[in-house]
């Protein structure tokens, strides 16, 4: 099982920047697709970004295309969320997770952690 830890969260204006991270422990993390998810109060969790084991290809939502930039450094076990042109909207628990490959992202095999608080301010 892949143990995951996220940090780097707060509180921002609309329209600036932030980026948060995803340590990742227990298994080989550079073989693995990563993703990024989030979960508005009173809404189903949804998906974010993903990347693939090497970081040569991303997959991003539409409502954050052109905005979030995913990325990873294996030689830290860690992936990374930039987000910018930040709105009210994005307010939400940010988590990540593992899966096979970038193509079966929704196969995700590691424990959820606690995630981290983005808010964004009007």
């Known amino acids: 099982q892949m143990q995951l830890v996220e940090s780097g969260g707060g509180l921002v204006q609309a329209g600036g920047s932030l980026r948060i991270s995803c340590a990742a422990s227990?298994?080989?993390?550079?073989?693995?697709?990563m993703g990024w998810f989030r979960q508005a109060p009173g809404k189903e969790r949804e998906f974010v970004a993903a990347?693939?084991?090497?970081?040569?290809?991303?997959n991003y939502a539409d409502s954050v295309k052109g905005r979030f930039t995913i990325s990873r450094d294996n030689a830290k076990n860690t992936v990374y969320l930039q987000m910018n042109s930040l709105k009210p909207e994005d307010t939400a628990v940010y988590y990540c997770?593992?899966?096979?490959?970038?193509?079966?992202?929704?196969?995700?095999?590691?424990?959820w952690g606690q995630g981290t608080q983005v808010t964004v301010s009007s």
């Open positions: 990347i693939n084991w090497s970081g040569s290809s991303t």
């Open positions: 227990g298994r080989t993390f550079s073989s693995y697709a």
């Open positions: 997770n593992s899966a096979p490959s970038i193509r079966a992202i929704d196969r995700l095999f590691g424990s």
